[in-house]
């Protein structure tokens, strides 16, 4: 039996602009708290003395980190490789450079052959030998359309035929992994990918556009004992047997994400069987405060009575109220910034509501995260003059963030105006595209 922690999506570096510097250390106090989880996650790891650990992808927000934030990451692994825990660092999409070239910020550790860390950059399976005996690890690293686009094979695709085309592609590659595995070794699939059937977490924020996702068959093979992916920052469960699992990110990044848990997963692997927990860190809290004080005698009694309500201390608040223009001296904010001290960071968001001007769209407040169609689509209800051209405003936006269709080989009819806006958008993103892959004929995964 293997024990394991398996761990993703770390992104050192990101969220700090919820930060200030700490004036003893120099750094952002964001960046301390990343570390912190990153911290408690190794520190168990040491302390269940786990014979394996598995990174899911994703170390910093983008392949070119700080410094600063590249050395605290790789002083934090050395304490597995020190400890004799073979490591196994995947590459997620923000570890790309250039969205293409392998893996820029992780390649330095294969590179200088690090003692016990194992860099997953491309489709390949890894023979470790841990303190409880071999097992297997199949690397899945992201991989996009870009690897695809450069082939003569895919001059006429739309987008949506090469993500098809991509799909059987690392079927097949997987496939024939499959098949060299030892069937008697404890065996897991470490993937940075979009699941099917997954639910969305604040990584859709984090990266521009969208990749194609993986049928969760290709994934939930007898041949696997625990599949550990990486990808998607909302920890969740896709399939019990065997286990598929998104530990989530360690840390949150912003407001999306106030009633996440934050963790990673502690299992047990043997062949043909997995134990696992999910274990939460001390994520830093975000809490959203709302107030409607446009109907209240005493606005801003109310406003302090909804602040002392809620559990500010260290955490990261924001506060929202609705009031009217008129009211707006009566609200003491010295005062409120005053009695929001004990918390670690704090802003106070008024929402003037004017008689004048139009009313804002209702849903479209700053509380809720939207995804961009529906807004798009509650801002079109609010507007009677725009009715007419609704339906193709919405499909036009779908392409357009999409790309799941190529209006340069399948217009879909649009009327005139929409057609040519959408047409020339898409060309345009489709010769970036292609351009992009030419230069960077990504991972080589399948030359
Ligand atoms: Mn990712």
């Known amino acids: 039996m293997v024990r394991l922690l398996h761990l993703s999506d770390i992104h050192l570096g ?10 003893a250390t120099g750094f952002n106090t964001r960046f301390e708290d990343f570390v912190g989880c990153l911290a408690e996650a190794i520190d168990r790891g040491l302390h269940e003395q786990v014979d394996l650990a598995i990174f899911g992808g994703d170390a910093f927000p983008t392949a070119t980190p700080e410094p600063a934030h590249q050395e605290e990451f790789a002083r934090q692994f050395k304490r597995l490789a020190d400890a004799g825990i073979p490591t196994v660092l995947l590459v997620g999409n923000h570890d790309l450079f250039g969205r293409g070239v392998g893996g820029a910020s992780l390649n330095i550790y294969s590179a200088l052959q690090v003692p016990n860390i194992v860099v997953g950059a491309r489709l390949k399976t890894h023979s470790l030998q841990t303190r409880s005996g071999p097992v297997q690890v199949l690397t899945m690293p992201w991989i ?10 895919t001059r006429n695709l739309s987008l949506e035929q090469v993500d098809l085309m991509l799909v059987d592609r690392m079927k097949l590659a997987l496939e024939a992994e499959i098949r060299r595995l030892d069937p008697h070794i404890p065996t897991i699939l470490l993937g940075h990918l979009m699941a099917e059937n997954a639910v969305f977490g604040a990584e859709r924020h984090l990266a521009v556009g969208r990749g194609f996702s993986i049928p969760l068959y290709m994934l939930a093979r007898t041949e696997f004992d625990y599949v550990a992916l990486g990808h998607v920052h909302r920890h969740q469960v896709l399939c019990e047997d065997p286990p598929i ?11 999306g994400e106030e009633k996440e848990q934050k963790g990673f997963i502690l299992a047990e692997v043997e062949r043909g069987r997995c134990r696992y927990e999910f274990v939460s860190v001390a994520a830093r809290a975000f809490r959203t405060i709302q ?16 602040i002392e309500k809620a559990k500010i201390q260290g955490a990261i608040v924001r506060v929202l109220y609705r009031i009217h223009p ?3 001296p009566l609200i003491d904010t010295p005062s409120l910034r005053h009695l929001l001290e004990p918390a670690f960071a704090f802003q106070l968001q008024p929402e003037m509501v004017s008689q004048l001007s139009q009313p804002r769209v209702p849903g479209l407040g700053e509380s809720c995260a939207l995804d961009p169609i529906d807004a798009l689509g509650q801002y079109l209800d609010s507007r009677p003059e725009l009715k007419n051209l609704r339906t193709e405003l919405l499909q036009a936006a779908e392409l357009l963030l999409h790309s799941d269709a190529d209006p ?18 898409q060309a345009a993103l489709h010769l970036l595209e292609r351009e992009e892959a030419v230069r960077t004929d990504q991972l080589g995964l399948f030359s």
Do not use: K, W
């Open 14 to 23: 990101s969220g700090l602009s919820h930060g200030r510097v700490n004036p």
């Open 144 to 153: 996009n359309r870009s690897a695809l686009l450069t082939r003569e094979e």
């Open 245 to 255: 699992i998104y530990p989530g990110s360690i840390e949150r990044v912003d407001f």
């Open 291 to 306: 107030a409607n004080l446009s109907d209240s005698e005493q606005p801003h009694r109310d406003l302090v009575q909804a």
């Open 326 to 328: 008129h009211q707006s």
């Open 408 to 425: 340069l080989f399948d217009p879909n009819g649009f009327e005139e105006d929409t057609d040519v806006l959408v047409e020339t958008t």
